[in-house]
């Protein structure tokens, strides 16, 4: 996603919100600004790894980082948080465009795997 695109939300950290909020919040982003037209499940997949790829450069050079992160600089966790979200927020608008339940799917594949 654009960094000089935002999705309005209150001020204050938001504590929760479903996958399915989320994803309602996204697609009306997308209409608001035309963009549905380029939402094809193909064109989500390969933003979403592209966003990925960011992702991966962050840790590409740090070698084994501790849990939590203790020893960066805050940031540097920004950014992490970043893209993060950007893979997140992919994810979310592609699996809405394919008809699939993320949360749902997810849940089944936890109860698969055990």
């Not at 549905?36 to 966003?51: C, F, I, Q, T, W």
């Not at 979200?85 to 089944?108: H, M, N, P, Q």
Request: with cysteine; net charge negative.
């Amino acid at each position: 996603m654009e960094e000089t695109e935002e999705i309005s939300v209150a001020e204050e950290k938001v504590v929760d919100i479903s996958l399915k909020d989320l994803a309602k919040k996204l697609e009306e982003f997308a209409r608001a600004r035309d963009w549905e037209k380029y939402h094809s499940p193909r064109n989500l997949l390969l933003a979403m790894v592209g966003e990925v790829g960011e992702l991966s450069e962050i840790f590409q050079w740090r070698g084994e980082v501790d849990k939590g992160l203790p020893d960066w600089e805050e940031s540097d966790k920004e950014h992490l948080a970043e893209e993060l979200s950007d893979v997140l927020l992919y994810l979310i608008r592609l699996s809405d465009i394919c008809g699939i339940d993320l949360g749902d799917a997810a849940t089944k594949k936890i109860v698969k795997n055990a």
